[in-house]
């Protein structure tokens, strides 16, 4: 298996979020004729364009037959880790506890069936706007995952915020969803069931993003296991280290 990082076809944006490692396919059949990267890159372009166009149509199922058909590639692994729970967006198979650490699931699961569109609402309100990464194409496919399905290059909360002109924390706190946390000393309240010393909310450490440990597509990870063994991982979530074996995770660890 190659590893190999796309090329991003505008500038690269800074993100918190881990970089997904590209993970390609070598059965998938090459087509000698464009240098590879070259490849992705112009695949970056489409996908964005067309992501937008999907989303832009309205809800995820009621996409026209024209979109549908053309989205359906690079969003399959996505609409798994919604609709099924089934897989994350690299292919792992997950169960059901599992699964509901994956914010696209459990929102759509257990939080009245949220759409794709509530979460990647900047999409609609900004599709003409220049601010907006989370739409300007700069999408590249990132790799095939275990399912031989291509998924597309990391974003974090901290894109789609911005892509709205908020704040990481606000995207879910103050989005008229999380009202009854709407900070982090709330949060800090809310988890304490998970003990007081290792409180995943606490600030001992001082704020850390939202993103860095709850994930849209694939399972959670407790990034405070990454330095503290005995740091609480609620059923179905990752330590760092089961996220960088399943590949959620891709930084080197410390
Ligand atoms: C509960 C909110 C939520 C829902 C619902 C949701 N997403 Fe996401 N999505 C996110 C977040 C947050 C990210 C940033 C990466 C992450 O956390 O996994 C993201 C990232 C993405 C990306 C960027 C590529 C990547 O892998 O990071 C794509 C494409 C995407 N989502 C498509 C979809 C589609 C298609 C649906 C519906 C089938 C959907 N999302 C539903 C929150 C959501
Ligand atoms: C260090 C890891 C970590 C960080 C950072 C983190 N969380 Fe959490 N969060 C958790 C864990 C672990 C749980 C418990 C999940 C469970 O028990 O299933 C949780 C639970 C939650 C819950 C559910 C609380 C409840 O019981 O209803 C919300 C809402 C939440 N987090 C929001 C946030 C927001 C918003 C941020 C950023 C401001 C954030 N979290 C940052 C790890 C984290
Ligand atoms: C990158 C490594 C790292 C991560 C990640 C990390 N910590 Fe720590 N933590 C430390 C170090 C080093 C110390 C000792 C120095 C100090 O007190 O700051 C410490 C100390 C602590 C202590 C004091 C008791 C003790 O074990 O020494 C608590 C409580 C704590 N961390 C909680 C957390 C929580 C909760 C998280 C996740 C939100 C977290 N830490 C994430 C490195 C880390």
């Not at 969803?177 to 982090?184: E, L, Q």
Request: charged letters at 25%; a negative charge.
């Amino acid at each position: 298996m190659t590893e190999e990082k796309t090329e991003s076809v505008v500038p690269e944006q800074e993100s918190d979020a881990p970089e997904t490692d590209a993970k390609l396919d070598d059965t998938k059949p090459k087509k000698a004729k464009m240098p590879k990267k070259k490849k992705y890159a112009v695949a970056g372009v489409i996908v964005g364009v067309v992501f937008l166009a999907c989303l832009g149509f309205g809800a995820w199922h009621e996409t026209p037959g024209f979109c549908g058909a053309i989205c359906h590639t690079p969003m399959d692994p996505y609409l798994a880790t919604y609709e099924t729970g089934t897989h994350d967006k690299l292919g792992n198979e997950l169960d059901q506890t599992e699964a509901s650490s994956m914010l696209s699931y459990k929102h759509k699961t257990y939080m009245g069936g949220m759409r794709c569109m509530d979460c990647h609402k900047p999409v609609i309100g900004q599709q003409l706007s220049e601010g907006a990464n989370w739409v300007s194409g700069n999408y590249s496919i990132a790799g095939t995952n275990a399912q031989g399905q291509p998924y597309l290059e990391s974003r974090s909360l901290a894109d789609l915020s911005e892509g709205i002109g908020v704040e990481e924390d606000e995207f879910c706190l103050n989005s008229g969803c999380h009202v009854a946390t709407p900070d982090r000393e709330a949060l800090f309240e809310k988890t304490k069931y998970l003990g007081s010393e290792y409180n995943p909310h606490s600030q001992r450490h001082g704020d850390i993003d939202c993103s860095q440990c709850h994930k849209a597509h694939t399972q959670s990870v407790n990034y405070c296991t990454e330095c503290h063994a005995t740091a609480p991982v609620p059923d179905g979530w990752l330590t760092m280290d089961e996220a960088r074996e399943k590949g959620v995770v891709t930084t080197p660890s410390k």
